[in-house]
């Protein structure tokens, strides 16, 4: 699978970015794709699935109610719409395309991409 991610780049404080996650290799129909993001220093957390099947969300507490995370099954991408962002959202962004349901969150099974840096600004 080759996963390229694409959109991230520098807002400020309360605005909005989207990002892109295009995937290829194989077909997605049965498997759960996400965001992950590593700020500096940390280690990388989940942040947001979709079911590629039904389309279903999952977010982490962190981000519900200002990204929403999307599915375009005939582009096989990936999308993260993040609103109202904030400093501490402040990390590089990577997609996976095959994640596990375990114990209230999500880990990646699958391989990376080569991750989308975003930086937020106060």
């Known amino acids: 699978v080759q996963l390229v991610e694409s959109g991230g780049g520098l807002v400020q404080a309360g605005g909005s970015l989207r990002l892109s996650c295009a995937a290829s290799?194989?077909?997605?129909?049965?498997?759960?794709m996400g965001w992950f993001r590593q700020a500096p220093g940390e280690e990388r957390e989940f942040v947001a699935a979709?079911?590629?099947?039904?389309?279903?969300?999952y977010y982490s507490d962190s981000v519900k109610g200002r990204f929403t995370i999307s599915r375009d099954n005939a582009k096989n991408t990936v999308y993260l719409q993040m609103n109202s962002l904030k400093p501490e959202d402040t990390a590089v962004y990577y997609c996976?395309?095959?994640?596990?349901?375990?114990?209230?969150?999500?880990?990646?099974?699958?391989?990376w991409g080569q991750g989308t840096q975003v930086t937020v600004s106060s």
């Open positions: 290799g194989r077909t997605f129909n049965s498997y759960t």
């Open positions: 996976n395309a095959d994640l596990e349901a375990y114990n209230g969150t999500y880990y990646p099974l699958g391989s």
């Open positions: 979709v079911r590629w099947s039904d389309g279903s969300t």
